[in-house]
């Protein structure tokens, strides 16, 4: 009989040990908090491959936004809700670093609002394989106003150079990223947040890319030191962007592309007009296509595709990605993505008007 007593209380301690240990293995605790330093972002997209949300890391008090350098900022109504369901319209771009994929935003009119200090986030190691992480973004625009984030588990299985590319282009960034055993990289999954399971932020998620090596899908996110410099110097306005290297040859070959009018400080590249006979037309691009990356880099403004082109000589060929709504071709009016490859060449010789004869010549 004693021996049934002391069975029994056995069988009574493992069973509430069980109980404890289910209740710590809940992290909804931990999401309230981080589900707060967090945000929905809203901006260009809504056709066929690229999103219209995403997600952003709340890293100041004043409304510093961390996120990924996408189309989505292609927008003069790039709009962030807040955990709270509070809306802010008109959202600053301040910085775009292509070379780290990354870009930082600013809300106005706001204070004390909860963030992820960057700085010490820094300084604390590199997570390690077999670490267990925790993973929060909007992901397939789960949340709109005051919803939660959605909340992945997974552990880190690599520490690994980025060897990454989207469609035909490869990726900008190819630091070190922490490979990531869960699937995270989905639609508006971008710019969201890797953390412990105690909530502290370990990274940020990258884009939806495939894996060059094996052509499989890669769940990845960009170490927060290797961030931290881009955000401190960003918030105090004291960020260079170093500027890209001009291909030998002189600045560009011709192409043929006529883009709207440059009338605002941030106007879109939409082409307005395809020369005869030229690169462009020979490429197959049309009126009112827009240009969102260059040989992988994304422009957002007609300067910054000016820029890039500016890289490029006659003979090269450089590849665009661009958005089209054409109802002929997809039946439904869906805005659609093409890549097209553009063969430049020197620039036509200019016409020469031949005076008129005078009379009796």
């Known amino acids: 009989m004693s021996l049934l007593r002391s069975w029994s209380c056995s069988l009574a301690v493992l069973l509430l040990l069980g109980a404890a240990a289910r209740t710590e293995d809940s992290f909804a605790a931990v999401s309230g908090e981080v ?26 008090a004043e409304g510093h936004i961390l996120t990924v350098a996408s189309h989505l900022l292609d927008t003069q109504d790039l709009r962030v809700h807040l955990y709270d369901g509070r809306r802010f319209e008109k959202v600053k771009v301040l910085y775009v670093e292509p070379d780290l994929d990354a870009a930082l935003l600013k809300i106005d009119k706001v204070e004390d609002l909860p963030y992820f200090d960057i700085v010490q986030a820094a300084k604390a190691p590199l997570a390690q394989p077999g670490d267990w992480i925790l993973a929060y973004s909007n992901q397939f625009q789960i949340a709109t106003r005051d919803e939660p984030m959605s909340v992945q588990r997974g552990v880190i299985a690599a520490l690994s150079k980025l060897q990454g590319r989207k469609g035909v282009f490869d990726a900008p960034y190819t630091g070190e990223v922490y490979v990531i055993d869960a699937i995270t990289n989905n639609p508006g999954a971008g710019g969201g947040a890797l953390t412990t399971r105690k909530g502290k ?144 060449e020197e620039p036509p010789a200019p016409k020469v008007k031949t005076p008129p004869k005078k009379p009796g010549n």
Not at 248 to 259: A, E, F, T
Request: proline share 6%; charged share 25%; glycine share 12%.
């Open 35 to 60: 589900n707060k330093k967090v945000v929905k972002v809203f901006g260009s997209g809504g056709f066929q491959g690229l999103a219209a949300y995403g997600t952003g890391i709340l890293v100041s």
């Open 201 to 344: 932020l370990l990274g940020m998620i990258g884009k939806e890319l495939r894996n060059t090596l094996t052509d499989t899908w890669i769940n990845y996110a960009v170490p927060i030191p290797f961030l931290a410099k881009f955000v401190e110097q960003a918030k105090k306005g004291e960020y260079v962007v170093k500027p890209k290297k001009e291909s030998p040859g002189g600045p560009g070959g011709y192409h043929g592309i006529i883009l709207v009018p440059n009338v605002v400080e941030r106007t879109p590249p939409f082409i307005e007009e395809v020369a005869a006979r030229s690169p462009a037309a020979k490429a197959g691009l049309k009126i009112d296509d827009l240009i969102v990356y260059v040989e992988g880099e994304q422009v957002v403004t007609i300067k910054a595709f000016q820029d890039l082109m500016r890289r490029y000589r006659p003979g090269d060929a450089v590849k665009l990605e661009v958005r089209r709504v054409d109802k002929a071709e997809t039946g439904a009016g869906v805005d659609w993505l093409i890549t097209v490859e553009l063969k430049l």
